[in-house]
């Protein structure tokens, strides 16, 4: 985008990466609604698409504002017009330096947990996100014991109501043939390549897109497909190596059948951990998948940002951070504008595209001397996925984010097949839950950018029988 605002002045990427993500096979769904794949591309293809855009492989070592000076890993210095912050967020590791807890954020820390799902006969995930989902769903013939702090799987996404509906799909044999993946992955070759690998553990990847795990062969050394086993409310207390373990003298579990007896285990593992609800397992890895933080270190030290309560750097309604000429988007910023009612910030993919769109229109106006009007991506939030294998759409408040005990909850559900979900607030709608081909999307969109007084249709909202889009089209 900036490439395009400003053709005549040079533009520098600073990357710690020998690739970046492009954004493939985007489509428009809705107002607010976009889908789209996220792929690995040498960076050289940017640069020939635009001839004023210069790739610096480097990650950045110390950011100078009041010289408005950048120092790369690599020594060099830069000096910058204007700045625009997009380092993203780096895994919350549960345990930071245990080697037998790997963290799942970007494409290079995927393919580590695949080498190592080859080998294990059980793992424990920790972590309730999009990406514990995902994983725990794609990994076959392996035990898994997922540990969760909330009562229902997913909550970020869901509520206890959905997380039902989905449960099915993670105890049924797989029988949807994964489609091929279209991401491709670019190493580097030679003596860079081990160098990398012995850095690879600290440095960040990128983020991972909605559709990593496709291509990536998630199955472990056992015959069978899921076997999942989930702990709730509960967090990891401890994590033993097998001597510490053994020490302890304490009885850790096996993975827990159907009749609920469960019985101490005899195998030696090489880590075991302990829970917040007492039981122990042992395994051979754990995969941390407990969210990420925003990626502030670098640029903090000796530089007065305001930063947000979730750590990320603040921005305000323009994208600006409280320093003059630099800016931040995606996950490493915080928003602290006053939000439209029905959107709030939340770290996907959708959103750090969104919001890098507009930061270069806000970097474009404050040059020109513009006025610029919040994008209308801001409006609703909205965002697209996939989990189980079923569509899933999450618009505006769908969990009554921030609404108190002042709203109402509709649903319709069909086992198997579709689970809506719509918030309600004095007789308008707030947010809602889609999963499954619904097609609901654009009308309950609209529905929540219009506000209409809905009261007079009551339940018939979700009746099936009732073709709601006709009425409101």
């Known amino acids: 985008k900036l490439a395009m605002e400003f053709p005549s002045e040079d533009i520098f990427l600073m990357t710690a990466s020998p690739v970046i993500k492009a954004i493939t096979n985007f489509k428009q769904v809705s107002k607010t609604l976009e ?31 009041d010289d408005h000076k950048i120092f790369t890993e690599d020594g060099k210095e830069y000096i910058y017009e204007k700045l625009c912050l997009c380092a993203g967020a780096k ?29 294990a006969e059980r793992i424990v995930v920790v972590g309730n996100g999009g990406i514990a989902l995902e994983l725990v769903y794609e990994i076959q013939g392996c035990e898994v014991i997922w540990a969760i702090k909330d009562k229902a799987i997913g909550n970020t996404f869901f509520d206890a109501g959905a997380a039902e509906f989905l449960i099915p799909k993670l105890t049924a044999e797989k029988q949807e043939t994964p489609i091929e993946c279209k991401r491709t992955k670019y190493t580097m070759e030679g003596s860079e390549e081990k160098e990398r690998s012995l850095a690879a553990s600290d440095k960040l990847g990128s983020a991972l897109g909605p559709d990593w795990h496709e291509g ?14 989930i702990e709730i409310l509960c967090e990891v207390k401890k994590i033993h190596l097998q001597q510490e373990f053994i020490q302890l003298q304490r009885t850790s579990l096996t993975f827990p059948k159907e009749e609920k007896n469960v019985e101490p285990d005899e195998v030696l593992w090489p880590v075991y951990v302990e829970l917040t609800n007492g039981k122990i397992y042992g395994c051979n890895f754990i995969v941390s998948a407990t969210g990420v933080v925003p990626n502030v270190k670098p640029f903090l030290d000796g530089n007065n940002f305001a930063v947000g309560e979730d750590g990320g750097l603040k921005v305000d309604k323009h994208m600006h951070t409280s320093l003059p000429d630099i800016y931040a988007a995606g996950d490493i910023c915080t928003a602290s504008w006053e939000p439209s009612p029905v959107w709030h910030q939340m770290r996907l993919w959708t959103q750090a595209r969104q919001m890098g769109w507009y930061a270069a229109k806000c970097m474009a106006a404050d040059t020109f001397g513009e006025l610029i009007d919040m994008d209308f991506s801001f409006e609703l ?93």
């Open 216 to 229: 990536l062969h998630l199955k472990g050394t056992k015959e069978f497909c899921h076997k999942v086993h």
């Open 381 to 473: 939030f909205a965002h697209v996925t996939k989990f189980f294998n079923y569509k899933v759409v999450v618009l505006g408040k769908y969990n009554a984010q921030g609404l108190g005990l002042d709203h109402e909850l509709m649903l319709r559900c069909t086992k198997g097949q579709e689970y809506v979900k719509v918030v309600m607030q004095n007789g308008r709608m707030m947010g809602a839950v889609l999963i499954g081909e619904t097609d609901l999307e654009e009308t309950f969109e609209n529905l929540i950018l219009n506000q209409m007084d809905l009261s007079a249709y009551g339940e018939d909202l979700l009746n099936p029988d009732i073709d709601i889009e006709d009425y409101f089209d």
């Open 91 to 119: 895994p919350k590791l549960i345990f930071e330096g245990n080697p037998y807890v790997l963290g799942i954020r970007d494409t290079d820390s995927a393919q580590a947990f695949q080498k190592n799902l080859a080998q």
């Open 35 to 65: 889908e789209f794949d996220v792929e690995e591309q040498p960076s050289s293809l940017l640069e020939k698409r635009y001839p004023n855009i210069k790739v610096i492989q480097s990650g950045v070592k110390q950011l100078k504002s």
